[in-house]
């Protein structure tokens, strides 16, 4: 069964950073590019960052350059995303996919259940 499992969200103050990890099982890792989308209450989903199969390309949503970092460690089956210098507009629920590395939600096949960001001005 494939299965996606957000974590590391919660409530932090604007400038501060938050570490978020999803854990992967059910397939293989590496075979599979990985993405972090994000929804807003009332806002479309919004790409925030993809990373290849083998880590060796990265991209990310114009809102979070330079201040977030996705990374993977496929030999914990888990990817990441580092979030700093967070902004009360960076509040919403992160969501990691598992597909062909995109900026568009239709490219990936496997979603997590979310995790909620809150920060706080």
């Known amino acids: 069964q494939v299965q996606l499992v957000e974590s590391g969200g919660g409530l932090v103050q604007a400038g501060g950073s938050l570490r978020l990890s999803c854990a992967a099982s059910g397939w293989t890792f590496s075979s599979y590019a990985m993405g972090w989308f994000r929804q807003a209450p009332g806002k479309e989903g919004e790409f925030v960052a993809t990373i290849s199969r083998r880590g060796a390309t990265t991209d990310y949503g114009d809102s979070v350059k330079g201040r977030f970092t996705i990374s993977r460690d496929n030999a914990k089956n888990t990817v990441y995303l580092q979030m700093n210098s967070l902004k009360p507009e960076d509040t919403a629920v992160y969501y990691c996919?598992?597909?062909?590395?995109?900026?568009?939600?239709?490219?990936?096949?496997?979603w997590g259940q979310g995790t909620q960001v809150t920060v706080s001005s």
């Open positions: 996919a598992a597909g062909r590395s995109s900026h568009y939600s239709s490219a990936y096949d496997y």
